[in-house]
């Protein structure tokens, strides 16, 4: 409930699936890559663990504050070659684009009434996508480059969609379209 965080070491925001990528390598030499079966294997599990728990993270430290402020900037940077934000299709475009119902900026990471959570399955590629994977997907519908699931851009983005759940309780995995 406390994820993703900021990690002063790495100077960055980290979330469950890097944790875990890091953690395994440091404390048993495993390789779990981010979006591989098995991270996401492990990630589902922590999030499940967690379900009916309170989202915790931190908002007010000042390395927290910069990522949340730079990740609420970057959803509102248009890019790509159809130039648009994020706030643009969750926000702007009264929700409905290519025919599909788009969930708010809240609850795009944990549950709430309308939105689903994540890591969910996705029905229409028959997988189960991280949150990460959901921002990498959204790159290539607008047609920019998608950046690498570990990207700090990434992560600044997660903590502050999770911010703004913040209260709100776990229920993970979820399912979508």
Known sequence: VSMPRYEARLQKVIGVEEFV?????????????????????????????????PIKVDTTSKDSVAA???GNALMRRKIGQLNFACIDCHSLANKWVRGQWLAESRGQAVFNKEITHFPTFRTSHS????????????????????????AVEYGDIELALTALNQGQKVNAPGIRN
Request: proline fraction near 5%; hydrophobic fraction near 35%; charged fraction near 25%.
């Open 127 to 150: 997988e189960i996508w991280d949150l990460r994977k959901r921002f990498q997907w959204c790159n290539v519908a607008i047609r920019a480059n998608e950046l690498p699931p570990d």
């Open 68 to 70: 949340i402020r730079r």
């Open 21 to 53: 990528t890091r953690h395994a390598r440091s404390t048993m030499g495993d390789t779990l890559l981010m979006q591989s079966p098995d991270n996401i294997d492990l990630s589902i599990y922590l999030r499940y663990l967690a379900n009916g728990t």
